[in-house]
């Protein structure tokens, strides 16, 4: 380990990030949380269309994770309405969007808040262009727009995989982002959702060369579960090989892979929607990256939020255990 | 003066007590704001028919009013919305709603505001009393419900005299207001409507005693213009006899009347809604208490602002040289 603290960044979007920055922000690090910016449902997708600002859901969980101030604070921030005609939004989001709105900057925004719930680190959204959506070309030939639609699977809809991913228009990459690639020590990417929350980040103009010219070791935490419509199917294998398609082969050092098989319960509740753990096939693949199996899961039944339309799901990394593997890396590499 | 600070308190609503506030926030002063509970209308009735919470407005405004933050943070909880579903409400107002939300308590809410906005001082509801609803009989024997109604005149309405305001169910006083009276050395009422800001504190039950008993010297500042609906044609005498009928007689110490004439745009702009300056009949009046004759205004054109269904007054007291009078009559007595 380097005598001065290390400089980690992180890239995912809301949930996955949560779950790493709330672990990793317990030790002697340098935080940079590069966000994607491309949530077009829920809170924030009804504060883009309505205020025409950055959607804020991401970032705000991010900022959350690396809050150091009180719980009812934190608390405030994820505070979801349940009623009336603020249902469904977080305050948070709320809080975000207003200070947009007021400076004309999300970077100002965030700092604001930043320092409000006194975070340890940064939060960077990856890009400030509004207008990109995510796509994906599918097997069949049709494309779908938007991230909540490539989110959301209907019931028994037979999906055709994704053949292609790609933000349209192409969107500029944030500087401060780059910046923050180029000195880091480390680069942990998810764990998030494959095609809604790593790659719209690898998407971004220019960032798959900024990652791969970075002296940081890069890691890849795989995501424990298929994801309907997405990954379906997906081996351990496959999401790096998606995830190399756009960020290059020969670009990962380190892949992290959970080896705990979740309960009975969680997995036959995953079933029902088709989805099923990650599948480590990496034993006989030949590549040049190091694999760390370790029990990495937290089985957790969350809460339905009867306001959310979005699925959630019950199993997560548990952020003590993945954020203690890459102190332990950091430290003996 | 005293060795120690001294303590005000004042009472009033939103605006008229920013007025002052923002003004003896500047001295040397244990400040505490009481402000009433029972606006209905615009963005804090939403949030009160929506959430159940109490009336955010008037609590922001005084919040905003202590503040010794940034001008970023106190602009930020005065923006107004002004397109999509958030429209006309205020941020502060979300944001102290969902913190009473979330902890159940306006008090608590107020505290951690108060925290974030770094205010002066306490800001203090008068009640907590959801349910409370300000009413007014008037001389033709019908009654009208509610702030808002009492508040908003049809243009040409010919509305009959008031001749009794209540609050229906009455209020019960919140303990922190009383004490903060108790122990206060000078209270200050107004500047604010008669009915719609400064009555609405005095209805709640026990609270003309609590002033009464209060070894605090009583200031009442007279308003600068009539309200039409309200106080037609009333004098500075109408006024203070209308403010004795619930608060008791021989209660006052001063009366802070402006005695500099506003600029003719001005008063023609205000004619239109039949709204006078309050004229100044104090002098043949025989009374217990002292009045203080002095230049009070600022002559200012407010912009209307486009969402704000509600009329706002062109014209205010001057914070500074209100602030400066009191501060004066402090150092003297």
């Given at each position: 380990?380097?005598?001065?603290?290390?400089?980690?960044?992180?890239?995912?979007?809301?949930?996955?990030?949560?779950?790493?920055?709330?672990?990793?922000?317990?030790?002697?690090?340098?935080?940079?949380?590069?966000?994607?910016?491309?949530?077009?449902?829920?809170?924030?997708?009804?504060?883009?269309?309505?205020?025409?600002?950055?959607?804020?859901?991401?970032?705000?969980?991010?900022?959350?994770?690396?809050?150091?101030?009180?719980?009812?604070?934190?608390?405030?921030?994820?505070?979801?309405?349940?009623?009336?005609?603020?249902?469904?939004?977080?305050?948070?989001?709320?809080?975000?969007?207003?200070?947009?709105?007021?400076?004309?900057?999300?970077?100002?925004?965030?700092?604001?808040?930043?320092?409000?719930?006194?975070?340890?680190?940064?939060?960077?959204?990856?890009?400030?262009?509004?207008?990109?959506?995510?796509?994906?070309?599918?097997?069949?030939?049709?494309?779908?727009?938007?991230?909540?639609?490539?989110?959301?699977?209907?019931?028994?809809?037979?999906?055709?995989?994704?053949?292609?991913?790609?933000?349209?228009?192409?969107?500029?990459?944030?500087?401060?982002?780059?910046?923050?690639?180029?000195?880091?020590?480390?680069?942990?990417?998810?764990?998030?959702?494959?095609?809604?929350?790593?790659?719209?980040?690898?998407?971004?103009?220019?960032?798959?060369?900024?990652?791969?010219?970075?002296?940081?070791?890069?890691?890849?935490?795989?995501?424990?579960m298929?994801?309907?419509?997405?990954?379906?199917?997906?081996?351990?294998?496959?999401?790096?090989?998606?995830?190399?398609?756009?960020?290059?082969?020969?670009?990962?050092?380190?892949?992290?892979?959970?080896?705990?098989?979740p309960?009975?319960t969680v997995?036959?509740w995953y079933?029902?929607?088709?989805?099923?753990?990650?599948?480590?096939?990496?034993?006989?693949?030949?590549?040049?990256?190091?694999?760390?199996?370790?029990?990495?899961?937290?089985d957790v039944i969350l809460?339905q939020?009867?306001?959310?339309?979005?699925r959630r799901s019950i199993i997560r990394?548990?952020?003590?255990?993945?954020?203690?593997?890459?102190?332990?890396?950091?430290?003996?590499?």
């Amino acid at each position: 380990m380097k005598s001065s603290m290390p400089k980690i960044v992180t890239i995912g979007g809301g949930t996955g990030s949560y779950t790493s920055l709330s672990g990793l922000k317990k030790y002697p690090i340098h935080l940079t949380a590069i966000v994607n910016m491309i949530d077009d449902g829920g809170s924030s997708g009804r504060l883009r269309d309505e205020l025409g600002v950055l959607p804020p859901g991401d970032v705000r969980q991010c900022l959350v994770a690396l809050s150091e101030s009180s719980k009812l604070l934190r608390d405030l921030f994820n505070y979801r309405f349940e009623e009336g005609e603020l249902k469904g939004h977080n305050f948070g989001n709320i809080f975000l969007s207003t200070l947009e709105k007021q400076t004309g900057s999300m970077k100002k925004a965030i700092t604001e808040i930043g320092k409000i719930l006194n975070i340890k680190g940064k939060v960077v959204p990856v890009t400030f262009d509004k207008k990109s959506k995510l796509c994906v070309d599918l097997a069949n030939g049709k494309t779908i727009e938007g991230e909540t639609h490539i989110d959301e699977v209907e019931k028994r809809e037979k999906r055709p995989k994704i053949v292609k991913a790609y933000l349209k228009p192409s969107a500029k990459l944030n500087e401060d982002a780059k910046l923050a690639i180029k000195s880091a020590d480390y680069i942990v990417i998810g764990p998030g959702d494959l095609f809604t929350s790593i790659l719209p980040n690898i998407l971004v103009k220019g960032m798959p060369k900024v990652i791969k010219e970075s002296k940081a070791k890069k890691i890849y935490v795989l995501n424990l579960m298929t994801k309907v419509g997405q990954t379906t199917n997906f081996k351990a294998s496959d999401h790096i090989k998606a995830l190399e398609k756009y960020l290059g082969k020969n670009v990962l050092d380190f892949v992290f892979i959970n080896d705990k098989r979740p309960k009975k319960t969680v997995l036959s509740w995953y079933s029902q929607y088709e989805e099923n753990p990650v599948e480590d096939d990496l034993g006989d693949w030949k590549n040049n990256f190091n694999i760390i199996r370790k029990d990495l899961i937290k089985d957790v039944i969350l809460k339905q939020n009867p306001v959310d339309e979005r699925r959630r799901s019950i199993i997560r990394h548990d952020s003590d255990k993945l954020a203690l593997q890459i102190f332990e890396l950091i430290i003996n590499s």
